[in-house]
C-alpha cells in the first residue's frame, strides 16, 4: 500500500512554509517598481539578495551554499531553506507578477515546459555538467526479490518520458494515476524492464523517495509496474540522506533517485559501500540556479555582491 501518513506531514509542512514564504514575499513586493531592471538597478537588490531554495539537505542545496563562498558576485547573498513544491509556487507567484526571482532548478522538471526558463551559467562548475539520476538497491536483494531486482535494473527511461508524468501531476492528476497511464501508454518500455522477470504473488517491496517532482514521477512509476507484476510496494518519502541510510541499512528495498556524480557525491562517498549501484535510469538531467528568461542576468557572474 502507498505510504499517506508520510505525504499527509509533507502537505503540512508545505502549506505552512507556503505561508511562510508568501508572508515573507508580502513585506517586499512593493519596493521592487517594474521598471528596474531597465533603470539598470543592480540584479540582486531587486530579487533581495536572496535565492529561493527547496528541502534543507538537497544536493542543489549544498552546490548553492559552495556557490554562494565561491562566486564573489553571491557574496552576501542567502540561501532560503524551503521546499521543492513552495519554490515552485514562488516562482510562478514572480512570474505572474513579472518580478524578478532566481531559485534552486533542476531538469527533468514542469517548471521549464510551463515557464520560459533559463539556467544562470556556472563558469566554476560547481553544480556540473550533466548528470545522471541512478537506481541503488539494498544488498542482498537480488537474492531476496530477484523478480524487483530485474525489474530496478532494467529501469530505463528519458528526460521526455520523465517530464511527462510530471506535466500531468503538475496539472492535477494524482501522481499514481499519472504513473499508471504513462505505463498504460509505454507498454513496449515496460515490456522491456520486465524482461525476465517472473510474476510474484504476495510479496511486498518497498521504495525510498524525495518529495522532488521527478523522483514523485519515477518513484511512482516504477512503483506501478512493480504492482502489475504482483508486488505490494510501499512507498516511502524521506529526505535525501536518510533515503541513502534506509537502503544502506536495508530499511528500504530501492530507490531510483540518486544524483550522480556531482548531486549526491557525498551521500554516495558515505552510504555507496553497503548497497548495490545498478546504474543510471535517466540521462540528461542538470542542476543549477534558475530564473525566469526575462531576468537580465545569463551568468552567476552578471549578479551583484550585496556588500
Ligand atoms: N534535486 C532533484 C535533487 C536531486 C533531484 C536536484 C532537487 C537534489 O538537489 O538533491
Known amino acids: ?12 509542512l508545505f502549506l505552512s512554509l507556503t505561508l511562510i514564504l508568501a508572508a515573507c514575499g508580502g513585506n517586499n513586493s512593493g519596493d ?26 538537497a544536493g542543489i542545496m549544498k552546490a548553492t551554499t559552495s556557490a554562494i563562498e565561491e562566486y564573489d ?9 524551503s521546499s521543492s513544491a513552495a519554490m515552485a509556487a514562488e516562482l510562478g507567484k514572480a512570474i505572474e507578477d513579472e518580478e524578478p526571482v532566481i531559485v534552486t532548478g533542476w ?11 533559463k539556467y544562470l551559467e556556472d563558469p566554476q562548475g560547481l553544480y556540473g555538467e550533466e548528470e545522471n539520476i541512478e537506481t541503488f538497491a539494498r544488498d542482498g536483494l537480488k537474492e ?9 535494473d532494467q529501469f530505463k527511461w528519458s528526460p521526455e518520458d520523465m517530464n511527462a508524468v510530471m506535466v ?14 504513462w505505463v498504460n501508454e509505454h ?35 516504477v512503483a506501478q509496474v512493480l504492482m502489475s507484476m504482483g508486488y505490494d510496494v510501499e512507498l516511502t518519502q524521506l529526505d535525501a540522506a536518510s ?17 550522480l556524480p556531482i548531486t549526491h557525491a557525498d551521500l554516495l562517498d558515505e552510504y555507496g559501500d553497503t548497497m548495490e549501484r545498478l546504474g543510471p535510469n535517466l540521462e540528461g538531467a542538470k542542476t543549477g540556479l534558475v530564473v525566469p528568461s526575462y531576468v537580465e542576468a545569463d551568468s552567476i557572474e552578471d549578479l551583484k555582491p550585496a556588500e
Open 107 to 117: 531538469t527533468p522538471h514542469w517548471m521549464f515546459a510551463k515557464y520560459d526558463l
Open 187 to 221: 507498454t513496449d518500455m515496460v515490456e522491456e524492464w520486465t524482461n525476465g522477470a517472473d510474476e510474484v504473488e504476495d510479496e511486498e517491496i518497498s521504495l525510498a523517495y524525495v518529495a522532488w517532482d521527478s523522483e514523485i514521477a519515477s518513484t511512482n512509476v
Open 73 to 81: 558576485s553571491l557574496k552576501g547573498w542567502e540561501l532560503i531553506e
Open 144 to 152: 531476496d526479490k530477484s523478480s524487483a531486482h530485474t525489474i530496478l
Open 243 to 259: 533515503m541513502f541510510i534506509a537502503v544502506s541499512e536495508g530499511d528500504a528495498d530501492a530507490m531510483v533517485a540518486g544524483w
Open 1 to 12: 500500500m502507498f505510504n499517506f501518513k508520510k505525504g499527509l506531514t509533507g502537505l503540512a
Open 168 to 181: 500531468e501531476i503538475q496539472e492535477g492528476a494524482q501522481p499514481e494515476e499519472a504513473a499508471k497511464n
Open 32 to 57: 521592487s517598481s517594474e521598471g528596474s531592471s531597465e533603470s539598470g538597478s543592480s540584479v540582486g537588490e531587486e530579487m533581495d539578495y536572496e535565492i529561493v531554495g527547496i528541502e534543507p539537505g
